[in-house]
């Protein structure tokens, strides 16, 4: 299948895939993350880096507080790609840009395009999978965006929604070529069956989402796998059969970027052996018309009601939310998307519609590890208390913590590691109750802490 793909790209691929993927990680802009000097930069991506080895990351709170992401470096050029296409429609668009993830878990694209689509933007990820949608929703809570919704089911729903989206990203379910260095599964599991079935699927979704695109909106395919069934041929019929306007995305222009292959449409291959990354396919296409009043009708006149008294004391512009109540949690939305959030709710399962911000317990709200992630906290609105690592680990294993300072007000305080917020905890004068969730506390001996915090960013290479 490679060779068919010419020896000039096959050959270097081959031999590549006998060698071990690079480690890399994206630094999150949204909560100000210092990137050290001359850190070797993923050359599509500005706040990327290549590490000169993987450490333990479970052991860096800096990556529990979502300082960081750990994602291979030809992903990362999502952060490249959605930039450039928000800054393309954001003058035309009339409100702050929707854009749907379909096929979001785990989150890499997702939180890298919440770090650069403008802040009056929605992101809806969406996830099939139940358990991969935990994932998800929790690294979209950990990037501390908070315009994010995550929604879990068939992304084929999504078509219910016509025009309703200004950007969809299909980064489709594959045959997985691109990642047989890095997942031995995926070369146990290849077959040309698994080929055909894949790209049916693919086609399914593409049909559908399609169809939740606005007219002058942008669709981007991506796969991380390598044959033209999957690839070109998807593109290609998308031109054909609806046409589509292909972009021309200039990413060859970066060194070892291919452009596609047996096709007059701006597709692009990132592959090992070529550049430093695993693999990955990408297009964009610009569905035709302009854009009409169906999305800017769903829009709501913020506010949209009040936001209640605990989004006003913690929430930094707080007249920008709206709050809402389901189950026993507070969650605070985007006051100027509320409605388009409810219309969402109509087409697929809703899990996350905002930030949840709060808990019920009796009388009271009790603080969410979602607020203390979340860039919209007022971290000054709460006591903060520095921890220092093993305390950091301590909280982050869900164990007692010891009385906090002489000083410390007695009830809900921020702990803090770094400067930077880690999670809540109760303090009750002779000790402090943990409020670090059970799922996601830390399953690490601490017999195997490294002596010193792990820093992956100082680390860069």
Not at 3 to 16: C, F, H
Not at 140 to 148: D, E, F, L, V
């Amino acid at each position: 299948m490679l060779r068919s793909l010419g020896d000039g790209y096959a050959m270097p691929l081959i031999e590549a895939l006998a060698t071990p993927p690079s480690v890399s990680i994206r630094a999150n802009t949204l909560k100000d993350r210092t990137v050290p000097d001359g850190a070797a930069l993923v050359p599509w991506c500005d706040n990327g880096f290549y590490l000169p080895s993987r450490p333990l990351f479970a052991a860096d709170p800096a990556w529990h507080q979502g300082l960081y992401y750990v994602q291979d470096a030809s992903s990362m050029v999502y952060s490249h790609v959605v930039a450039m296409i928000s800054r393309m429609l954001e003058p035309q668009a009339g409100h702050g840009l929707r854009y749907l993830d379909a096929c979001a878990a785990p989150g890499g694209k997702s939180t890298a395009a919440l770090e650069v689509l403008p802040a009056d933007a929605l992101v809806v990820a969406n996830e099939y999978d139940r358990h991969r949608a935990n994932i998800l929703a929790e690294n979209i809570a950990k990037s501390g965006a908070p315009n994010a919704v995550v929604t879990r089911g068939d992304a084929a729903r999504f078509g219910r929604m016509r025009d309703a989206f200004d950007i969809v990203a299909v980064d489709a379910p594959c045959s997985g070529e691109g990642m047989m260095r890095k997942e031995p599964e995926a070369v146990r599991q290849w077959s040309e069956a698994l080929v055909a079935d894949c790209a049916a699927t693919q086609r399914r979704l593409l049909e559908s989402l399609w169809e939740a695109l606005r007219p002058g909106g942008v669709l981007i395919y991506s796969t991380c796998t390598f044959n033209r069934l999957e690839n070109e041929e998807q593109v290609d019929f998308l031109v054909g059969e609806y046409g589509a306007e292909s972009i021309d995305l200039g990413l060859d222009s970066f060194g070892g970027v291919f452009r596609g292959f047996g096709t007059d449409s701006h597709c692009y291959r990132f592959a090992p052996g070529h550049v430093d990354g695993e693999g990955l396919f990408v297009a964009a296409l610009r569905k035709p018309g302009e854009p009409t009043g169906s999305v800017q009708s769903q829009r709501c006149q913020a506010p949209c009601q009040k936001s209640g008294d605990f989004i006003s004391r913690h929430l930094l512009d707080a007249s920008g939310f709206v709050e809402t109540r389901i189950a026993g949690t507070v969650y605070a939305q985007p006051a100027a998307h509320a409605a388009f959030i409810a219309s969402v709710g109509k087409a697929t399962d809703v899990m996350r519609p905002g930030v949840a911000v709060a808990a019920e317990k009796g009388r009271d709200l009790v603080p969410t590890q979602e607020l203390a992630l979340s860039a919209a906290l007022d971290i000054s609105s709460f006591a903060c208390v520095e921890a220092d690592y093993q305390t950091a680990m301590t909280y982050l294993r869900g164990e007692s913590l010891q009385e906090l300072p002489e000083g410390t007000p007695k009830g809900f305080v921020l702990l803090c590691y770094g400067g930077k917020p880690l999670g809540f905890a109760k303090n009750i004068g002779r000790r402090a109750n943990n409020l670090y969730p059970d799922a996601m506390r830390l399953r690490l001996d601490p017999r195997n802490l490294p002596a010193t915090p792990p820093n992956p960013l100082t680390q860069a290479k």
